[in-house]
């Protein structure tokens, strides 16, 4: 369906690199339904929980494992997309390393400083594709942005990437998390335009 | 209301979001120099939750098509239609083809309603302290349209930062709750310019603004936070500090969306 009279203003920008329906943001906007946390990197903990157990790391402990270095384009489910984002931190896999825990189960869920969940498929965090990030262009991860540190998941949706991340335990079903329960799409690749449940 | 996340799902709980529809455009009302509110009217209608947005779709005759999200600024009492505000942003594709393009007739698509835990009705009791910087009054309207509509008692106050007289947005309807006894207090402030006589606050909303406001209210209230990131950031770090439970405080921050 054509809109009369609407011809877009976005063409300057590589489209092959936008996934359908987002356009490019030069900022980075916040969106979070919750008060930003003051979460202390002396309190601060990152767990991960499987049926044979669970293992935690402070912060020291877990600057103490492999950095990772990514830049990639991020894609929030509220249309933007910014381009060539650069953050460091931890891969899931060396977390798991360290442990020396396999993810056995098919689904994770993502738990924060305020409550906040989402649901991932084991596959989704593994081989590179996740990290617990605490450095953003350089410097320490913004509070708003989800410092101290933050899951990314850069391949889907935004809300994917957890904010003020706790942990994660493993699940053998995929248990909706926060946004899902409102009807937000329970996988969210933005380049399938899986945006709510259904899509 | 305990306002845990468990309890939020709850009741903001959608089934799903539904397909695409196409709306028609029945009016259009010039707000103030740069907001206009579109009244769309919908086909399939399930109602909504005050304080829900839509997704909107444009498509161009190549093909080409864009899409932003806005909130709801009618009551969910006004049935089978939306109010859409839309504020004019600089370069932004979607907005200028609402404020430049549109005509009452014109045909676009949405879906929705759109989201959860901002979001309020007259079952959660009060009292209800609304915080609106600039645009961030829509979704809040339309949580006090609803509360007028279902005529609530339960105490409520919107605070709403504007930069100038002429940015207020639905300034006379928010005029016109003064003179109802139990319509809800409304406080402006004028951070960039105000005029002679101004007797409302003229700087930016600060700890002891909200102090004044908390003192007023007596029983803890939910809290609604609508507008710029750090806007919203400022003012919900006030409230942690000024004693309000962070679970209570429910935010939506935009960014430029064009």
């Known amino acids: 369906m054509t809109t009369r009279g609407f011809v877009g203003r976005s063409r300057g920008v590589d489209q092959d690199r936008l996934p359908p329906g987002q356009y490019l943001e030069r900022g980075f906007p916040v969106l979070s339904y919750e008060a930003t946390p003051s979460v202390d990197r002396a309190d601060w903990q990152f767990s991960i929980d499987t049926a044979e157990g669970s293992t935690s790391w402070t912060w020291d402990q877990m600057l103490g494992l492999p950095q990772t270095t990514v830049t990639v384009d991020i894609h929030c489910v509220t249309k933007w997309t910014k381009f060539d984002t650069t953050w460091e931190g931890v891969t899931i896999d060396d977390f798991l390393d360290a442990a020396g825990v396999e993810l056995s189960s098919p689904y994770l869920l993502a738990t924060c400083y305020t409550g906040y969940t989402t649901n991932l498929p084991s596959e989704d965090v593994l081989d590179g594709r996740a990290m617990v990030a605490h450095t953003f262009e350089g410097e320490p991860l913004d509070p708003e942005h989800g410092g101290p540190a933050r899951l990314l998941v850069p391949h889907l949706y935004f809300w994917k990437s957890a904010k003020w991340v706790r942990g994660l335990q493993t699940m053998d ?12 799409h329970i996988r969210g690749d933005p380049w399938l335009e899986q945006r709510y449940a259904g899509d | 209301m305990p306002a845990t996340d468990t309890d939020a799902r709850a009741p903001g709980a959608i089934g799903g979001v539904g397909g695409w529809q196409k709306v028609t455009i029945d009016s259009i009302t010039e707000e103030t120099y740069r907001a206009k509110t ?12 005050p304080g829900q947005h839509v997704d909107v779709r444009l498509t161009a005759p190549d093909g080409y098509q864009a899409q932003r999200s806005y909130s709801i600024a ?6 089978s239609a939306l109010d859409l505000t839309v504020e004019l942003v600089e370069d932004g594709e979607v907005s200028s083809w609402f404020h430049e393009v549109a005509q009452p007739g014109d045909v676009f698509e949405l879906r929705g309603p759109i989201g959860g835990p901002f979001t ?87 700890r002891e603004m909200i102090d004044e406001l908390l003192d007023e209210m007596g029983k803890p209230p939910a809290v609604f936070i609508c507008g710029p990131t750090a806007f ?27």
């Open chain 1, 173 to 184: 079903e995929n248990s909706p998390g926060f946004w899902e329960g409102y009807g937000y």
């Open chain 2, 38 to 49: 579109f009244r769309v009217s919908l086909s399939d209608w399930n109602g909504f939750r």
């Open chain 2, 74 to 79: 009618s009551p969910p009492e006004v049935e």
């Open chain 2, 120 to 206: 309020w009705t007259v079952d959660d009791g009060g009292p209800l302290l609304l915080v609106a910087g600039g645009s961030g009054v829509v979704p809040l309207m339309s949580m006090l349209r609803h509360r007028q509509a279902q005529n609530a008692t339960s105490s409520a106050h919107l605070l709403y930062s504007s930069r100038t007289l002429d940015d207020v947005i639905y300034r006379d309807e928010l005029e016109a709750y003064s003179s109802d006894p139990s319509g809800p207090r409304v406080s402006h402030t004028l951070t960039r310019k105000h005029p002679p006589g101004w007797t409302g606050f003229t700087r930016r909303i600060d």
């Open chain 2, 232 to 258: 919203v950031e400022s003012v919900a770090a006030g409230l942690v500090t000024a004693g309000v439970d962070a679970e209570r405080i429910r935010a939506e921050r935009f960014g430029p969306s064009g």
